[in-house]
């Protein structure tokens, strides 16, 4: 998912996003200490998604405190 994509959501779609960002990260580390995980970039990508979304979250809410 790109950056654009995430400013066109709005914050209620953005918090929904990240709290299935967070559970997919929480899913990879499990699998990975099971022994599971096949392709360890899925944490990578999952993080920096988590990321992503956070940053977009804070700057609207600066652009909305302005």
Do not use: C, H, S
Request: proline residues 2%; hydrophobic residues 40%.
């Amino acid at each position: 998912m790109n950056a654009q994509e995430l400013r066109d959501k709005t914050p209620d779609q953005l918090r929904e996003d990240l709290a299935n960002m967070k559970k997919e990260a929480f899913n990879l580390r499990f699998q990975q200490a099971t022994g599971q995980l096949e392709n360890t970039a899925q944490m990578r990508k999952a993080r920096r998604n988590a990321a992503r979304v956070k940053t977009i979250l804070n700057q609207k809410a600066q652009a909305a405190a302005e």
